[in-house]
Each structure stands twice: as C-alpha cells, then as structure tokens.
C-alpha cells in the first residue's frame, strides 16, 4: 500500500464517534494522499494521529470553500486530494458537492470511499420504517422559516431524518409534532460511542422529555411516516363525481377522482354510470 495514488479527489467517510469504525480503505487513503480536505483540522489531526500518520491539510469549510475550491480543483490534475468532514460521509449537509462537482467538470477522477453516516445509523437504531426516507438536514432557526420547512415535508410518506444540536432540540420537537401531528420519533445521540443512546416517544413527549435538559453534541432526530389517509366518505366520492360528470365522461370522471380519493376505479366507474343514468 505505499504506492502513490492516481491523482483525482478522494471522498473518505470518517468515524462519527468510535475511531474503530475507520474503514480499512479509508485508513489507506488518507495514510497516502497529498493533501487532505478538511472542516477543523484540530479534529482531522486527531484521527490521523490514531492511525499513526501525518498528512499535509488545507481548511476547507463553509466560510472558506468558494475562494479554496478553484486551488483544490487545480492540484488535483497531478495529486491526489482527500475530502473528509468532521465526522462522517462528506457531502451530507455540507459543501462538498460543488467540488465534487467542479472536480469531474474538469475531468478528474472522482473516488468515493464510503462508511459511517450519522443519518443512515440513526435509522438502524430508531424502529421506524427504512423502505422510504427523506434526509431533513438542519431545520432553520427562526420560528416562522422552521415551521414553513416543515409544512413543504408534512405530506411526504416517508420516514424524516433531521440533523439538530442540544440547545435547540426540545423547540425543533415541539415545532414537529404541531407541524406534522404526534407522530412516533426518535431521538438518537452519541451514536458509536460510550453512552450510545436512542430514545423512542412520540414528538410531544420527546419535546416534554428535553425542554428542561437538553443533551450535548449533534444529534439526529427520525421521525415516522404520516398515517394512511382516511377514506373517502360516499358523499364526497357521490360529489366529486357529480362535479366531474360535468366535465369528462364517465371513465374519464373516475379515473379523476380515483386518483384525487384513493377510490378503486372501477367501483367509482360503476358509481358515474349510475349517476349519469339517473
């Protein structure tokens, strides 16, 4: 493994907590890259010291990524260029797509190195269905915005995951349980580590739980589905289908409001028949 590497960017997912689930790979790559990428290099500086080596690193974050990228992008014609993040798989809720991006528009090879990520571990630990999901990020903090984002996502059925910090977890809670309903969440914390810990309630109680102790670090926040939809009354099916006999004949006219209800057609064709007939 002493061989140099192609040049190219290299994105290395790191251990969100226990240094043990560096990935043998990653391990590699990051022991023979010429630069690292990274957000702190005080945390960066840590794992390298775990492995046993020392890399040289550049800052690369939030504040600094514009004016950085186009130099990042230029040395990787001829080096190879590792991207971690603090913690986790870069590019989630944070700036490494767009040099991703900029790095495969001027032809570099692009190399993903996967591994832990907080969002797809808080799904193992919360119970909550995995056949579909939708990845939040961070909420904003103002009131207003952060009740506004949750209304855009209120009726995806899907499990919500949501990046959030200690301080502001019991208001982020209780703006989801009045935005969505009290659906079954959880509350997943120091994932990886020691005092590992996943909390299941729905959003009230969890909002109740943490009002007066709000715990430390990052935290993800999984939250379930929204239910299946009531049916349809047959008045309202019988008035939906009067306002689209109006309109369309009636095949036409059922397929429309099977689709808008969630009727089965053919019942509802038989129903429009019936209608037009009398």
């Not at 190879?80 to 989630?92: K, N, R």
């Not at 020691?194 to 926040?221: M, N, Q, W």
């Amino acid at each position: 493994m002493n061989a140099e590497l192609e040049p190219g960017l290299y994105i290395v997912a790191t251990p969100i907590g226990n240094l043990g689930d560096l990935t043998v790979r990653a391990r590699d790559v990051l022991s023979r890259a010429d630069v690292i990428a990274v957000e702190d290099s005080r945390v960066t500086a840590r794992l390298l010291q775990h492995i046993g080596v020392k890399r040289p690193m550049t800052p690369y974050h939030d504040h600094n990524a514009e004016s950085v990228r186009p130099g990042l992008v230029a040395r990787m014609g001829g080096e190879a260029v590792a991207l971690v993040s603090d913690a986790g798989t870069p590019l989630i809720s944070d700036p490494g797509y767009k040099l991703v991006r900029d790095a495969r528009a001027a032809g570099h090879a692009v190399v993903t190195i996967p591994g832990p990520c907080a969002a797809v571990a808080a799904l193992t630990l919360a119970g909550l269905p995995t056949d579909r999901f939708l990845f939040v990020g961070f909420l904003p903090a103002k009131a207003q915005a952060r009740a506004a984002a949750i209304a855009e996502v209120a009726g995806i059925r899907a499990t919500l995951v949501l990046y959030e910090s200690g301080p502001r977890l019991a208001a982020t809670l209780a703006a989801l349980a009045e935005g969505l309903g009290d659906r079954e969440a959880a509350v997943a914390r120091e994932i990886t580590k020691r005092f590992e810990e996943c909390v299941t309630d729905p959003l009230s109680i969890l909002a109740t739980r943490y009002a007066d102790a709000p715990p430390k670090g990052e935290i993800v926040i999984v939250v379930s589905p929204p239910g299946e939809p009531e049916a349809a009354s047959e008045d309202a099916a019988d008035a939906a289908l009067a306002e689209a006999l109006t309109r369309l004949p009636p095949g036409q006219a059922a397929s429309e409001v099977a689709k808008a209800l969630g009727i089965d057609r053919k019942a509802l064709y038989a129903r429009a028949l019936a209608l037009r007939g009398g």
